[in-house]
Structures are given as structure tokens and as C-alpha cells.
């Protein structure tokens, strides 16, 4: 995996970033998950509670990763990540389902959402739709009276009272 722009909030640097991208090679993908999450996003100070989001674009075939699918999603939940993925994959393109799979995966995972445009113009709207989701979410938290710290995983389930609403969560902490 490769930097090609660190954190910022300037939109034409995060754009420059982007254009200095070149296809080749193989992909890392979940490298580059588990690295983001561990390297940046799990070892930044942060002064008060923020809201962490990754954005994979990618058609979802990993070839040259050292870590596996499930080790890059426990990395991210590790880090309070939320991933959401937008599928480069044409649809009915070869294995291009096996790979939206995978990314439906790591989304779920994460409380993101995986976008399937099906053409270009539409992965602006994904990014709105993502846009949407980060200003509109709210953060719960639960301490079980007999809680322990023991760093084990627990699921939890989070539903709507009402028809046709859809909580979308991790599945545990």
C-alpha cells in the first residue's frame, strides 16, 4: 500500500492524491485496510470523540495481501472504522459478484454500506450518499453492568420499533 495523500481537509489536495494513482500491479487491498487502520487511524490522538470512515474503491480481487479479509475487518474494528466500499465492477463482468461479496462483507462488517454503481457518473452519488450517512448517524454506547475489560468480542443487536427503517451497525463491539 501507498500514501498519495495523508490526511487533510483540503478537497484539491485529497484530488491530487486520487489523480496521482496508476493502475498495475497487484492489489492490496486488505494491506491497505489493516495499515490505515492501525497506522493512522488507531494511533491518532484525538481530543474528543470523533467519527472514523474509510472509503474503498476498488473491484474487491485482493492479490497481494499479507493479511486475510478477516484480519483487516478486526483491524478496523479495532479502530472504530466504519469502511465503506464502491465497486468498480461492471455488472455481470467474470467474478465481478465473488468480489462485490467480499466488499458487502467488509461494509456489513463495519456498519458501512457497500455502493454497486453501474456506471461512472454514479460513484458521485455514492460519495454524496456516503456524505449523507456521516452527517446523519448517531453514536450509542451500552455498558453491561457485569462488563469486564477482557478485550473479547460482543455482538450485539441494535432494531427499529418502526417498519421501513433500517438501523445499519457493527455487529458488536
Known amino acids: 500500500p501507498e500514501i ?4 487533510t481537509d483540503s478537497s484539491e489536495a485529497l484530488a ?3 489523480r496521482s494513482l496508476k493502475p498495475g500491479g497487484g492489489t492490496a487491498m486488505y494491506d491497505a485496510l489493516y495499515f490505515a487502520c492501525r497506522d493512522k487511524l488507531l494511533k491518532s490522538t484525538q481530543t474528543r470523540s470523533v467519527r472514523r470512515a474509510v472509503i474503498l ?9 499479507h ?3 478477516e484480519e483487516a475487518i478486526d483491524m478496523a474494528l479495532r479502530a472504530n472504522v ?14 465481478s459478484d465473488k468480489y462485490d461479496k467480499v466488499l458487502d462483507r467488509i461494509a456489513d462488517a463495519t456498519g ?4 454497486k454503481p453501474f456506471q461512472l457518473s454514479e460513484v458521485a452519488n ?21 462488563f469486564v475489560h477482557d478485550g473479547r468480542y460482543r455482538t450485539i443487536a441494535i432494531t427499529a420499533l418502526h417498519k ?8 458488536g463491539y
Open 164 to 171: 421501513g427503517l433500517k438501523v445499519r451497525t457493527r455487529p
Open 4 to 7: 498519495t495523500q495523508d490526511f
Open 126 to 146: 455514492a460519495f454524496a450518499q456516503i456524505q449523507d450517512d456521516l452527517r446523519s448517524q448517531y453514536a450509542l454506547s451500552y455498558l453491561p453492568p457485569d
Open 67 to 69: 493479511v486475510t479479509r
Open 112 to 115: 458501512g454500506r457497500a455502493f
Open 16 to 18: 491530487k492524491g486520487v
Open 57 to 65: 474503491v476498488t473491484d474487491g480481487d485482493d492479490n497481494s495481501s
Open 82 to 95: 466504519i469502511v465503506y466500499t464502491i465497486s468498480t465492477n461492471f455488472p455481470g463482468g467474470g467474478d
